[in-house]
């Protein structure tokens, strides 16, 4: 099982939204998949894949053996393929309950009930919750947004990374470290107010993963809990998936990176 | 006058074309990550030590800021250098 987080430093960059496309995209692609969420006390991600109704037990719970992992996670059911499960977290407890070995007894259980990926979706800051959820990865998926401090913050969680991860410490192969451009504006780019991503790629010098543009479908698929990976036909599923074929080993150009002005037709009739 | 025009149009340039703030941005930023991930990798513990101890030399002779001293271990080929950048206030003419 290969253990994926997704980071930022930052808070509100878009690692749930990117949580819940990429989970679903690799269970999409037959493979199984856990998604779990690491913001205990401020948990979000049940919301975003639609499951917060079903929501009995916590990772807490399995934590402190008042829960079995079979119980706490929940099937989701957008997928098809019936091969992707949820690990919320808890809404109230204290977030030091969130401990190394319990975080190691978790993924753990899941690699012997025969999951290919856990996705972490990893809370904003540097403290606890958000070293709990890198320790273990194997591959981190930096959420970035093209703004200064989105930025110097993704480099922050890097120097992290490449000091507190298991692999780190252990001195075994780093952690696999991925860039994804999230909230992207080609028009803001063109006009010169928002940073290129090729500037942000030579900035913090990662691979880039993907590009995800900015859209108002990412809220459209908030509001009534479906990853927006699903919302077909949309730009951002589009790029989501193409993001999750590139993780995958795929080689795709970039798509949605470039601002094509309105033509004279659409500017008249006042289109976008 | 100059403020008065930037307050008229903001951050608009004459002609309502807008100032190109994100090379700002990428230059800020990358003079920034230079410096903090040279600090990450390179600065032994003594560092904060060594700054605060150069520093009090340093003060007995000449008035400068606490801010004004900046020292980086910086690699070079194959030997570590030891930079300290000190930026002395106006009119203390080196000599003096
Ligand atoms: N590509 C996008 N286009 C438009 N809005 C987006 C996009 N991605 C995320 N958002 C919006 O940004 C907000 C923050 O997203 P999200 O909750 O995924 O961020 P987060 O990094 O998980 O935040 P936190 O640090 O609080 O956990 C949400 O309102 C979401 O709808
Ligand atoms: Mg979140």
Same mark, same amino acid.
Request: aromatic fraction near 6%; hydrophobic fraction near 40%; glycine fraction near 6%.
């Given at each position: 099982m290969r253990v994926i987080v997704v980071t930022s430093g930052k808070g509100g960059v878009g690692k749930t939204t990117t949580s819940a496309a990429f989970a679903s995209g690799l269970a999409m692609r037959g493979f199984k998949? &856990?998604?779990?969420?690491? +913001?205990?006390?401020?948990? *979000?991600?049940?919301?975003?894949m639609g499951c917060e109704r079903r929501v009995v037990y916590d990772i807490i719970n399995v934590i402190n053996d008042e829960a079995k992992l079979t119980q706490a996670l929940i099937k989701d059911k957008h997928c098809e393929?019936? *091969?992707?499960?949820?690990?919320? &977290?808890?809404?109230?407890? +204290?977030? *030091?309950?969130?401990?190394?070995?319990?975080?190691?007894?978790?993924?753990s259980e899941l690699e012997h009930m025969g999951f290919d990926y856990a996705v972490c979706d990893s809370p904003a800051g540097i403290e606890h919750g958000a070293v709990m959820a890198?320790?273990?990865? +194997?591959?981190?998926?930096?959420?970035? *947004?093209?703004?200064?401090?989105?930025?110097? +913050?993704?480099?922050?969680?890097?120097?992290i990374l490449q000091s507190k991860s298991r692999r780190a410490l252990n001195g075994s192969e780093p952690v696999k470290e991925h860039l994804l451009l999230t909230r992207y504006s080609p028009k803001r780019v063109e006009e010169g107010e928002m940073i290129t991503y090729k500037d942000v790629q030579e900035l913090l010098r990662i691979p880039l993963l993907g590009v995800i543009p900015e859209s108002e479908s990412v809220l459209q698929a908030s509001n009534q809990g479906i990853p927006t990976i699903?919302?077909?036909g949309s730009d951002v599923a589009e790029a989501y998936t193409d993001m999750v074929a590139r993780f995958?080993?795929?080689?795709?150009?970039?798509?949605?990176?470039?601002?094509?002005?309105p033509g004279f037709i659409k500017r008249l009739l006042g289109g976008k | 006058m100059g403020t008065l025009l930037?307050?008229?149009?903001?951050?608009?340039?004459?002609?309502?074309?807008?100032?190109?703030?994100?090379?700002?941005?990428?230059?800020?930023?990358?003079?920034?990550?230079?410096h903090e991930r040279n600090n990450?990798?390179?600065r032994p513990d003594y560092m904060p030590e060594l700054q605060r101890e150069l520093l009090t030399v340093i003060a007995k002779y000449i008035e400068i800021d606490l801010d004004k001293i900046d020292i980086q271990l910086e690699k070079q080929g194959d030997c570590d250098v030891l930079k300290v950048d000190i930026i002395l206030p106006e009119g203390q003419d080196a000599g003096q």
């Open positions: 998949t &856990a998604v779990i969420d690491f +913001d205990v006390g401020l948990r *979000n991600l049940d919301l975003i393929s019936e *091969n992707l499960y949820v690990l919320p &977290a808890s809404q109230t407890r +204290d977030k *030091n309950a969130l401990t190394e070995s319990g975080v190691e007894f978790v993924l890198l320790t273990f990865a +194997d591959e981190a998926i930096i959420t970035t *947004n093209p703004e200064v401090s989105s930025v110097r +913050d993704s480099d922050r969680i890097l120097g699903h919302l077909k995958l080993g795929e080689k795709l150009p970039l798509r949605f990176v470039t601002y094509e002005k | 930037s307050r008229l149009f903001g951050e608009k340039k004459l002609f309502g074309e807008k100032k190109r703030t994100s090379e700002i941005a990428v230059q800020r930023l990358g003079i920034l990550i230079a990450r990798t390179t």
